[in-house]
């Protein structure tokens, strides 16, 4: 789900309680909270603070679903975080939630969360600007089949977080009006739908750009795999 420099990958599924780390490393030895019988973990159980724990109450939440959970607290710790779960579980919250807790108190773009469709990039910056905004970490959106001069002025307030469309993300690199060297932190929701759409190159193309893939030699991380034929 996300994807942060130096870090460990934890994959995680809602339809079992395992979560499985895939890299051989033996730093960690927390697990994620689990509930004994007829325990029920709470949002102030996963790690939050305050202020986020106030904005999840003003939203309405009262415990958090599976994958926020099992979730939440991985990403808040820094690892990278593979989930999956289904529609309509609470998942954009899990990553935003986290994403501005990372990110608060600080400048500059660092953030980017990648969205298969425009709907889904617009539901997504509603949720920053539910619990990122009221802490002064400021998303913008940048989806196609809308014209650009409201990005491009968006863009100079410099957000922290970039919420787009694969796309048009392109576009804006294209163009000289968006840096990702800083970034280092993305998420691809619903990244097998982005692939299925065809994104891969784009999303290729973006990682690149990033401070996760950028100019590292010691990186391990790789851009994902693509057939050139
Ligand atoms: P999503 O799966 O991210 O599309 O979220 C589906 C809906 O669930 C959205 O309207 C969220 O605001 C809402 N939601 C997310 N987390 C919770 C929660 N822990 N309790 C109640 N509603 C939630």
Same mark, same amino acid.
């Given at each position: 789900?996300?994807?942060?420099?130096?870090?460990?990958?934890?994959?995680?599924?809602? +339809?079992?309680?395992? !979560?499985?780390?895939?890299s051989?490393?033996?730093?960690?030895?927390s697990?994620?909270?689990?509930?004994?019988?007829?325990?029920?973990? $709470?949002?102030?159980?996963?790690?939050?603070?305050?202020?986020?724990?106030?904005?999840?109450?003003?939203?309405? /939440?009262?415990?958090?679903t599976?994958?926020?959970?099992?979730?939440?607290?991985?990403? %808040? +710790? $820094?690892?990278?975080?593979?989930?999956?779960?289904?529609?309509?579980?609470?998942?954009? *919250?899990?990553?935003?939630?986290?994403?501005?807790e990372?990110?608060?108190?600080?400048? $500059?773009?660092?953030a980017?969360? %990648? !969205?298969?469709?425009?709907?889904?990039?617009?539901?997504? @910056?509603?949720?920053?600007?539910? @619990?990122?905004?009221?802490?002064?970490?400021? *998303?913008?959106?940048?989806?196609?089949?809308?014209?650009?001069?409201?990005q491009?002025?968006?863009l100079k307030?410099?957000?922290?977080?970039?919420?787009?469309?694969?796309?048009? %993300?392109?576009?804006h690199?294209?163009?000289?009006?968006?840096?990702?060297? /800083?970034?280092?932190m993305?998420? =691809?929701?619903?990244?097998?739908?982005?692939?299925?759409m065809g994104?891969?190159?784009?999303?290729?193309?973006?990682?690149?750009?990033?401070?996760l893939?950028?100019?590292?030699?010691?990186? +391990?991380?790789? *851009? =994902?795999?693509?057939?050139? $034929?």
């Amino acid at each position: 789900m996300t994807i942060e420099n130096d870090n460990e990958t934890k994959a995680l599924e809602t +339809d079992t309680s395992a !979560s499985t780390k895939s890299s051989d490393s033996d730093n960690d030895d927390s697990p994620p909270p689990q509930a004994k019988p007829g325990e029920v973990i $709470g949002f102030e159980d996963l790690g939050l603070s305050d202020e986020s724990l106030e904005l999840i109450r003003k939203a309405g /939440y009262l415990v958090p679903t599976p994958i926020q959970e099992q979730a939440m607290p991985e990403i %808040l +710790d $820094g690892y990278d975080v593979i989930g999956s779960a289904q529609t309509g579980t609470g998942k954009t *919250a899990t990553f935003t939630i986290p994403v501005v807790e990372r990110l608060a108190g600080r400048g $500059g773009t660092l953030a980017i969360v %990648l !969205s298969p469709t425009r709907e889904i990039a617009q539901q997504t @910056f509603d949720c920053f600007e539910t @619990f990122g905004k009221p802490r002064g970490v400021n *998303a913008c959106v940048l989806i196609g089949g809308v014209p650009m001069n409201p990005q491009l002025e968006a863009l100079k307030t410099y957000p922290q977080v970039i919420v787009a469309t694969p796309g048009r %993300l392109v576009d804006h690199m294209e163009r000289g009006t968006v840096w990702l060297d /800083y970034v280092e932190m993305v998420v =691809l929701d619903e990244a097998d739908r982005m692939l299925d759409m065809g994104f891969l190159p784009q999303i290729n193309r973006i990682m690149t750009e990033t401070a996760l893939l950028g100019d590292d030699p010691a990186s +391990d991380r790789q *851009a =994902l795999p693509h057939d050139d $034929g």
